[in-house]
């Protein structure tokens, strides 16, 4: 079973709203990762987590804020947000041990902002 | 930083037509993977490969990672229509130490199949 789940799968907040996208994956991987991908685009890494340490943040703007509460959940916090944020965003996983570092994305959260 | 040169950008053909798309890197990989997305669904990992000059198939689908691991291909036989989507190839660097890797993405294939 190689599934990541993600959500919800739409969401439409305001700009002053705040929101959580959720991700969970039973696979036993011990780094999980988020992306975010524009229309056509490929994806573009925001934030990694490594045995529930942020190990990675890609100079993410504080307006996105991760969560790991555990091995097996991935949060991602959302709070005054720009409709530039706009995106489809992904949640991935990798086995965190020995050599195999493919990663396995879930559905994504199709986010508009309004 | 890593780049990827993913060709070509979109290919539109006909059912049962065989597919060839490629991705060359200026920097090496340790590992070459292929992903194909449906419009608003997540990437679905299609092929994994380790080791250069590996040559792997799934189905219809076969890749190499090649000899130099500047580069990949990736190739689809007789195509149909739900092969349609787009088809990124990633390079991944775990960077040593760590238990995570980073994926350099190409900008991706866009296939188009007809009927």
């Given at each position: 079973d190689t599934e990541v789940t993600q959500t919800?799968?739409?969401?439409?907040?305001?700009?002053?709203?705040?929101?959580?996208?959720?991700?969970?994956?039973?696979?036993?991987?011990?780094?999980?990762?988020?992306?975010?991908?524009?229309?056509?685009?490929?994806?573009?890494?925001?934030?990694?987590?490594?045995y529930e340490k942020l190990s990675i943040n890609?100079?993410?703007?504080?307006?996105?804020?991760?969560?790991?509460?555990?091995?097996?959940?991935?949060?991602?916090?959302?709070?005054?947000?720009?409709?530039?944020?706009?995106?489809?965003?992904?949640?991935?996983?990798?086995?965190?041990?020995?050599?195999?570092?493919?990663?396995?994305?879930?559905?994504?959260?199709?986010?508009?902002?309004? | 930083g890593q780049q990827l040169n993913q060709s070509p950008q979109s290919m539109f053909i006909q059912e049962g037509e065989d597919v060839s798309m490629n991705c060359t890197s200026s920097s090496i990989f340790n590992t070459w993977l292929w992903y194909k997305q449906d419009p608003g669904e997540g990437p679905v990992l299609l092929i994994a490969l380790y080791k250069a000059g590996e040559l792997t198939s799934n189905g219809r689908l076969?890749?190499?990672f090649g000899i130099t691991r500047k580069d990949s291909f990736l190739n689809i036989s007789a195509s149909?229509?739900?092969?349609?989507?787009i088809y990124f190839c990633a390079g991944l660097y775990g960077p040593g130490g760590t238990s995570y890797g980073k994926l350099t993405?190409?900008?991706?294939?866009?296939?188009?199949?007809?009927p």
């Open positions: 919800p799968k739409h969401l439409v907040m305001g700009m002053t709203n705040k929101k959580s996208l959720k991700c969970e994956q039973h696979m036993g991987h011990r780094a999980m990762y988020w992306y975010k991908q524009k229309a056509k685009k490929p994806p573009e890494l925001m934030f990694v987590y490594s890609e100079s993410v703007p504080s307006r996105f804020s991760p969560e790991c509460p555990n091995s097996s959940l991935l949060n991602l916090h959302l709070h005054a947000l720009q409709p530039e944020d706009s995106a489809l965003y992904l949640c991935a996983s990798s086995q965190g041990f020995g050599q195999s570092y493919e990663q396995y994305f879930g559905p994504g959260t199709r986010l508009t902002v309004t | 076969t890749a190499q149909i229509p739900s092969d349609v989507g993405f190409g900008q991706g294939t866009i296939l188009t199949v007809h």
